[in-house]
């Protein structure tokens, strides 16, 4: 057997009410755990135009056959909360529709978890306490961005289309907080 892809056993107080984003999808064939009968997991319905490769497919009809596993979209309220959060925390560009679905899904569904292992995902969650956990368990730091001008260094919190002091174009940076 090959032995990365060994059952992983679920770690102790994990999580039971999940909500599975796009990267952690990928991972499920080889991470079955998540699909054990005592979890209960949203997957926003716009999965398939997200996932296009054939391993992908397979993996689709995976989570077809599952009962456990519930196809949702969100409200059309939710998302705009989503987008909303999205452009606070500087990370709107760079969300999918399916990823700003999966934060949607969280803000209808506060008593599950969010699984990623995208970084803005992550940010954002954790800028905003929305629960998430990456397939490795791990919680991530979170990222405070700002916005230098590349020519005059004013620094701005949120994100402009250009520099309000001489209209220069703008570069994103962060610290960890
Ligand atoms: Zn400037």
Aim: charged share 25%; glycine share 2%; hydrophobic share 40%.
């Amino acid at each position: 057997m090959n032995e990365l892809v060994q059952k992983r056993s679920l770690p102790e107080n994990f999580p039971k009410k999940l909500i599975l984003d796009s990267t952690v999808i990928i991972q499920i064939l080889a991470k079955d755990w998540f699909l054990t009968d005592d979890c209960v997991v949203i997957v926003p319905a716009n999965i398939k135009e997200e996932l296009k490769s054939f391993e992908s497919n397979l993996v689709l009809t995976l989570l077809e056959s599952k009962k456990n596993i519930i196809f949702l979209m969100p409200s059309s309220f939710s998302l705009s909360n989503a987008v909303n959060l999205a452009k606070q925390a500087g990370e709107y560009e760079r969300l999918s529709s399916y990823d700003l679905n999966v934060i949607a899904l969280a803000i209808e569904n506060p008593e599950f978890t969010i699984i990623s292992d995208d970084n803005a995902i992550q940010n954002l969650c954790n800028i905003f306490n929305i629960r998430v956990l990456s397939s490795f368990f791990k919680i991530t730091k979170r990222k405070k961005y700002y916005w230098k001008c590349t020519v005059c260094g004013a620094q701005f919190s949120k994100k402009l289309d250009c520099c309000a002091d001489c209209g220069s174009p703008l570069k994103r940076y962060f610290r960890k907080v």
